[in-house]
């Protein structure tokens, strides 16, 4: 997927100390390969490349303290700028306001109906009315009444009346009559964009005069999803965009495209089939995710602010000789906590967001650790082979934990020294490079 591919070029750059004009272009040209995978527009993905080389060259990015870095941040810098830069919201200052759905059939037009309903009603402030106008399909109008009781918003539907404009007029006429002051209109689509869909929706956007119209559009169908937008911004003018299906492994590239095409916002994403499944859409975070980097470059910052060189030197030089200790281990904790919050931090180490979706990271768990390393000699610290079962009695009793507790931590201690060792020659051995520099 994109994320790997960019992930791939970038790692070019990101290991490297050194960069060269050949190792840039070769970057870039591989960048332009993933995006182009991913699809993204042929034309876009060489206007962007052709960018973020103009400003390397403009920051003079070869001749800087940390080039792969800064071509890391201008690569996403340049995605954000991309897919529109700033979050926009969505309108519904009315009374009421009138929310119009438009896209294909499938694009989740009645599932997002329900989401921002969702959405809405649960800011207080808002008393959402849910309007059915897919006249086509009895199935249709079930749907929505089935959403709107699941999360407890009304629903105006006239079954067997087959005209879609004047239901909606009436839908927002009820909204009126009944306190509702947002009216969200749930729209037919069809496979494909053809004429008489065209016709229907736009009379009913000229019939209504919506506040927002938004374009629904299914994130996992590409290139088509563009020339889909395009059709329904030529008739209607939406004002933004709702990108559904970003759950799972779908590619981003629809957003990037979308919004250079038709230059309309995208405002929220379906993540899910449920109704909390809804996001507010923020580019810089979806640039992130794109590259699927985390926050490469301040998480780098933030090591180096506050690993001390010396330190991590020693610390490298004590590991190659077996001689990593819980002194050691209890500064390295320190050190980790110095830099703020566990779960920020391991956001922001490239592929652990995914991989650490599902744990729980506390931030007390430390307490525990650290508790029972106070709680040994020095000679414990440096030897830990020492603690026999009457040194664990005292220490648990010392530190108010359980002897279990200390025999745990003193296999995790264990097991990590014999990992760090392993890793030496290896990727550990850069890491704490990286961490050292
Ligand atoms: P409509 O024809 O445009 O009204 O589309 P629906 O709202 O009926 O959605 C079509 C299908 O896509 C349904 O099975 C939905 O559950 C599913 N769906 C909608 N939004 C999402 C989403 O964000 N993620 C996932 N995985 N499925 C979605
Ligand atoms: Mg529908």
Redesign the pocket.
Known sequence: NLSDKLDKALHILKGHGQITEVNVAETLKEVRRALIDADVNYKIAKEFTARVKEKALGQNVLKSLKPGQLMVKLVKDELTELMGGEVVGINVSGNPSVVLMS??????????SGKLANFLKNKKTKKPLLVAC?VYRPA?ID?LHIVGDQIGVEVFSDKGNTDPVAIATAGVAHAKANGCNVVII?TA?RLAVDEVMMNEIANIHKAITPQETLF?VDSMTGQDAVNTAKAFNDILNFDGVIL?????DTRGGAAISIKSVVNKPIKFI????KME?IDVFYPSRMADRILGMGDVVSLVERAQEQFDEEEARKLQKKIAKNQFGFDDFLKQIQQVKKMGNMKDLIRMIPGAGKMMKDVDIDDDAFKHIEAIIHSMTLAERSKPQIINSSRKKRIGKGSGTSVQQVNQLLKQFDQMSKMMKMMQGGGGKRMMQMMGK
């Open positions: 896209g294909l059939q499938g694009s989740g037009k009645t599932t997002f897919d249709a749907q749930d689509g629904v559904t299906k970003l759950d799972g379906g993540t899910g089939e499944e």
